[in-house]
């Protein structure tokens, strides 16, 4: 049987990451090793992402984080079979950093270059962790990102719905915002949701009135405005407890819509798929634990297998990259050195 390892970048966000994923024939894939540097200080201060600032960063910390991926694997450049690296989708200048960065490598040593969908890398990540068959239901939730998808192959995708507005990791960033929590809001929102109430503030479930799978999470900000205004009105600010009670509001509001989502995601899955799918779910806000049981309890229900990677598995990674590469690869994909570097790269 064939080994494949392959050295994976990630620049297309916030995140530097650089890994090696190594498989032998059609077994469980490894990580060898999965850095990751993130950029939160750097952004701090601005209340949100700089693109400038996050692209300089990557440029700056590329070259170190590959070096520490390869330490770490206890490989060299001469032991990889390809190097794999984000194309896009994100901020076009962090992209433009690890594809530059990728090239010079490929270059100097002649191997292989692999352009990865960063939603594939998400998408394929629940095969590198769990073995999962195609096709699958896959329920991709990030800070940009919102889709349910049918995984049929490493670049085959069906798109059944996502969101018309926000994801809802931005929903959870701004509702950070509009209560003084620290970014990114998923982790301090799901913190204070956990001490608070979440029947005091009713939310809207936008969407469920419609049949399909489309999701709208803008009007829960507009909501959380307006809730927030008029208690800190009639007591002269908010308390601790208001705000986890305004916290725990809103989760359950994600929480609701996307366990309500999911289930009708299925039924139109099997309109045209004879067997309940696994479910997999991937990005940074599936490291919810609410999120995560609601689905968890909806798939129980319909009797579908789900299936979660492990947190720093779900949240941007080079694993994944690295491991979306080797299945392209493996498939007879490779890119020159014209692959580009595209902002905007739908599935
Ligand atoms: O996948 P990711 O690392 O980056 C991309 O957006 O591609 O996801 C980051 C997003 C952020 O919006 C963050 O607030 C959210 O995932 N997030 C969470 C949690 N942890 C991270 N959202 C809800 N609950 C969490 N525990
Ligand atoms: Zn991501």
Redesign the pocket.
Known sequence: TQTLTILGLESS?DDTAAAVVQQNGDSLPKVLSSIVFGQNELHSAYGGIVPEIAARAHAEKLDVCVREALDQSGLTLSDLDAIAVTAGPGLIGGVLSGVMCAKGISAATGLPLVGVNHLAGHALTPRLTDAIAYPYLMLLV????CQYLIARGPEDFTRLGGTIDDAP??A??KTARLLGLPQ????SV?AEAEIGDPKRFRFPRPMLDRPDCNLSFSGLKTALMRMRDQVAAEKNGLTRQDRADLCAGFQAAVVDVLTEKTRRAIRLYLEENPATPTVAVA???A??TAIRSGLETVCSELGAAFTAPPLHLC??NAAMIAYAGLERFKAGACDGMDLTARPRWPL
């Open positions: 966000c990030s800070g940009g990102h990791g931005e959870f960033d990114p809001g998923g982790p799901q990005g940074g806000v490291a919810n949240t941007d």
